[in-house]
């Protein structure tokens, strides 16, 4: 079969297309698979989630709020087939991130060994994600270089906000449909080398993260990759005609309500795990409480969920 993600294969493009839009319009529960042990899934379980993820390439996992701790989440991504971390080249304790809003303390620092150790003196509360604040759309791990692309992440909810911090939800290769049919030209400028980069990140004079320079769309191993930020500072676009009707285009998409995104709030218990699809979270209220406060568990993998 030919790769539908080659311009110049309109015939295997169709068919890939056509399978695609079978599963579709669905809800967010057509995604929900319940896991009885997360650090023991079952070969049915497994079959379940894999189903999902091969459609949407995401699913909805819900387990028992208890048994979301590390090891057992380690252990369900390993049974996934994720091993390679994007913190560390095999899945331990340190690739694991505590997503919760960083209360404002001038001193609170990045802690090191939760994945943010590279981060040095920079603050959490610099960092969007580590606030109650909405955080546009993009794929994980945008800033990456090219050949430390993050190919799956998961994000499980042990607490939720007081009010907000909805996740949406696109999967990626329905955002590529959806701009291929409006004009190959935009995946064509999407897909090249220089369509995207990401200046450096200094802070106090020191190079914590090198520029990362790279497409939107590329194909990995046969599949459809996407590294993607929608915000307006510390990103630029290659500049020319196509590559701003491709950026607007896309950026069309997030508010077009035929695209099937899915809106959904985690609740306690609950997880995605996906081949990084493109994501959002609106803003929150959080509790005063800190152990009360909305808490998220993360990991990001180099590897895509391996479906065999
Ligand atoms: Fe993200």
Redesign the pocket.
């Known amino acids: 079969m030919d790769d539908p993600f080659d311009l110049s294969k309109n015939r295997a493009y169709s068919h890939w297309r056509a399978l695609k839009l079978r599963a579709y319009p669905c809800k967010i529960q057509d995604l929900h698979v319940h896991i009885g042990r997360l650090d023991r899934p079952s070969q049915a379980e497994l079959a379940a989630l894999k189903a999902r993820i091969d459609t949407f390439n995401m699913a909805l996992v819900e387990v028992d709020p208890d048994g979301i701790e590390t090891e057992a989440l380690l252990s369900f991504t390993r049974a996934l087939g994720l091993r390679r971390t994007d913190a560390n080249l095999f899945a331990d304790a340190s690739a694991f991130s505590r997503i919760a809003a960083a209360r404002a303390d001038p001193d609170d620092e990045a802690p090191v060994g939760s994945g943010h150790s590279l981060l040095g003196r920079a603050t959490l509360g610099d960092f969007v994600?580590y606030t109650n604040k909405p955080?546009s759309w993009?794929?994980?791990g945008y800033y990456n270089t090219p050949d430390q692309q993050v190919g799956a992440?998961c994000?499980f909810c042990v607490r939720a906000a007081r009010d907000g911090g909805e996740n949406g939800l696109l999967d990626h290769e329905m955002a590529y449909l959806q701009l291929r049919d409006e004009s190959p030209q935009h995946i064509a400028a999407l897909s090249h080398p220089q369509a995207l980069s990401i200046p450096a990140h200094v802070h106090d004079g020191r190079t914590l993260r090198a520029a990362s320079v790279g497409p939107v769309f590329s194909v990995r191993n046969g599949q459809l990759h996407m590294r993607y930020s929608a915000r307006a500072r510390h990103v630029l676009w290659r500049d020319t005609p196509d590559t701003h009707a491709a950026r607007a285009a896309l950026d069309r998409l997030f508010s077009r309500t035929d695209v099937f995104t899915f809106r959904y709030r985690l609740r306690p218990g609950e997880g995605l795990i996906s081949n990084n699809v493109l994501?959002?979270?609106a803003g929150f209220g959080d509790d005063e409480d800190p152990a009360k406060a909305r808490l998220l568990y993360?990991i990001r993998f180099l590897d895509r969920i391996a479906l065999d």
């Open positions: 994600p955080l993009h794929t994980d992440w994000l994501h959002c979270r993360r």
